[in-house]
């Protein structure tokens, strides 16, 4: 196929997905109920998997690559400001691809048919398959961090990492946190009360500001469908996650491993027996 050729099938390719893209846009401003923005989240997702299997496909895997790491991750609070916002960053990205083939077909298929880059979701999909690595993202609570690596490691036979176990190799904080965070298939958030907040009419107990940052860090990274908040009854939530669905215990995690074991089988970490 010559440079021409690939460019019109190209060009094609991304007017089909961008005017699917315009029907999901036009149904976000009838949304009525919680329940139509999440079956539009679940669109939004679908649509975004289905053009990046077409860019793997037809025009470069590179690109694929770089669509799968745009994630949907709606807040409550702001459902249709946040669904825009998203459909925007979507809409840029085919705008800015077009635009790309459009200026110098010859210079982007020479750069973009090179070997596959191994980065962002590529990263996530590869150790699906490989890795047991499962990360544990924790506040002060030991006693029920202790409990859930022995489950992981011992009930489920997988490798808990511990972000304050793995050598410090002279790296800040959130650089160990990504490069250790880049080669797990799998996140659980213990989501303790412990900071106390006072308040004029009152105080409550949230969770570490670190759990907050980590937990949103893997929400992008590995997806909300492979990131578990185990949540402590007692425990501050945040308006954002007010409809983010987690597993509650009331004093110890070892009273979820039913419900542990299920979210693992659905992310298809271990097998059904």
């Known amino acids: 196929m010559t440079t021409e050729e690939r460019k019109e099938q190209a060009l094609r390719v991304i007017d089909k997905q961008y005017k699917r893209l315009e029907e999901l846009t036009s149904s976000a401003y009838s949304l009525d109920s919680t329940a139509d923005a999440d079956n539009l989240m679940m669109k939004m997702e679908n649509w975004r998997d289905d053009t990046a299997n077409v860019l793997d496909?037809?025009?470069s895997s590179r690109k694929a690559a770089r669509l799968r790491?745009?994630?949907?991750?709606?807040?409550p609070s702001s459902i249709l400001e946040g669904i825009m916002d998203h459909i925007i960053l979507l809409q840029n990205f085919l705008t800015d691809l077009q635009k790309e083939i459009e200026e110098d077909a010859d210079l982007f298929f020479a750069i973009n048919s090179s070997q596959k880059i191994?980065?962002?979701?590529?990263?996530?999909?590869?150790?699906?398959q490989t890795s047991k690595n499962i990360f544990i993202v924790h506040g002060h609570d030991e006693i029920n961090l202790y409990k859930l690596?022995?489950?992981?490691?011992n009930h489920f036979h997988l490798?808990?990492?511990v972000l304050k176990d793995q050598p410090g190799k002279s790296r800040t904080l959130i650089e160990k946190l990504e490069q250790e965070g880049s080669d797990v298939n799998y996140a659980f958030v213990l989501y303790t009360p412990d900071d106390i907040v006072e308040l004029a009419n009152g105080k409550y107990a949230q969770a570490?500001?670190?759990?907050?940052?980590?937990?949103?860090?893997f929400f992008g990274r590995l997806g909300r469908s492979k990131t578990c908040i185990l949540f402590k009854k007692g425990t501050k939530i945040h308006t954002d996650l007010e409809g983010v669905n987690r597993i509650e215990f009331n004093e110890s995690v070892e009273e979820k491993i039913i419900e542990i074991e299920r979210e693992l089988k659905a992310a298809g970490i271990i097998k059904p027996t």
């Open 57 to 59: 496909q037809y025009i």
């Open 69 to 75: 790491e745009i994630t949907v991750w709606i807040s």
């Open 118 to 128: 191994t980065t962002g979701s590529e990263i996530n999909r590869k150790y699906v």
């Open 149 to 153: 690596e022995n489950i992981i490691k």
């Open 159 to 161: 490798n808990p990492i």
């Open 208 to 217: 570490r500001p670190n759990v907050i940052f980590e937990l949103g860090w």
